[in-house]
């Protein structure tokens, strides 16, 4: 590991300001700590903002604000979250293993790097680790890669479970950029598709921090289910995902939500099936349906064609568990 000064701030004003090009903020240490050790990342600095976040979930006029500091543990398992988000308890549950929870911040969670096995072998070409270099994964080991929305340059997947959550629930993220500017970028615009630019991974702007996280109150809480189907049943990335929320009014879906983990380079919002479902009874022939028009325009790489009967099903699992009792998972 490349040799590195620490030092710690006190609040987010503090941390932006000190922050250099050649320095890495580190909150609970789970995905950075493994890049430095892989030479994957080598900054000179490490800045400490685990005191200079908030840690609280608080009500907000319009929803819920998460600080960015807030453990994936405690997320999960917030009396508000689960009465009033439930989804996102779900996906924060499906993900890691307890011990990685009680570590892994909100903040740090958006910013995980994929897991593709090229990017962190530092021997193979990978143009999300060195740009220009190839992807070798295009044609190479693709079976935990993209189905849509990849290009040539690269075809990784994003491998957060929240996220996939936060992508259902129309969330935002409060930001501070170096100069003390405050702004809110929309969920959906907050995560990049590879293009020609696969190095970057979203829109944070350079060197600034992920403050907190607001989700508007909704409707969704009484039927929403996360499912994901992995390599194994637990310390494993999604080979799918899908978080799907119904409102429902008597048995007709009012509005409906469904978002994937496992499928693009970033949380990927269902919106035709999704637009299908409206108005619709909620029942099983519809529910076949509108994860039928999700399918549609996929285009699986090589060694992932496997995905495509896989990502039907677990649509329509998770439309299905929507309608049972809410119990947590
Ligand atoms: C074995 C293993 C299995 C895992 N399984 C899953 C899984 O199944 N599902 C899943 O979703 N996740 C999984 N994870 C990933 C884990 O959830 C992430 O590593 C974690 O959420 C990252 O949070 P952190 O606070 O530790 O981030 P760090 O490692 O501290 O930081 C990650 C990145 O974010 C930056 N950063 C952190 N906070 C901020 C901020 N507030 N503002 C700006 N930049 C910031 C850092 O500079 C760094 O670049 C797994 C991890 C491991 C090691
Ligand atoms: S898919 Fe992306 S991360 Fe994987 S080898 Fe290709 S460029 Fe690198």
Known sequence: MRPFSFSKTENAAKAVAYKKDQAQFIAGGTNLVDLMKKHIAQPEALIDITGSLSNKIEST???I?????????????????LSQYPLIAKAVLAGASPQIRNMASTGGNLLQRTRCPYFYDITSPCNKRKPGSGCSALKGENRMSAVVGYSDQCVAVHPSDLCVALAALDASVNITGQKQQKAAIAFKDFHRLPGDQPHLDNTL??????TSIDIAANPFYKNCAYVKLRDRDSYAFALVSVAAALHLKDNKIIDARLASGGVAHKPWRWYAAEAYLKGKEANTENFEKAATIALEGLKPLSGNTFKLPMLKGVIETA???????NRLI
């Open 205 to 210: 702007p350079v060197n600034a921090l992920i």
């Open 319 to 325: 439309l299905q568990s929507c309608l049972s009792v």
């Open 61 to 63: 006029v319009q929803g």
């Open 65 to 81: 604000r998460i600080g960015a500091m807030v453990r994936n543990s405690a997320l999960a398992t917030d009396s508000k979250i």
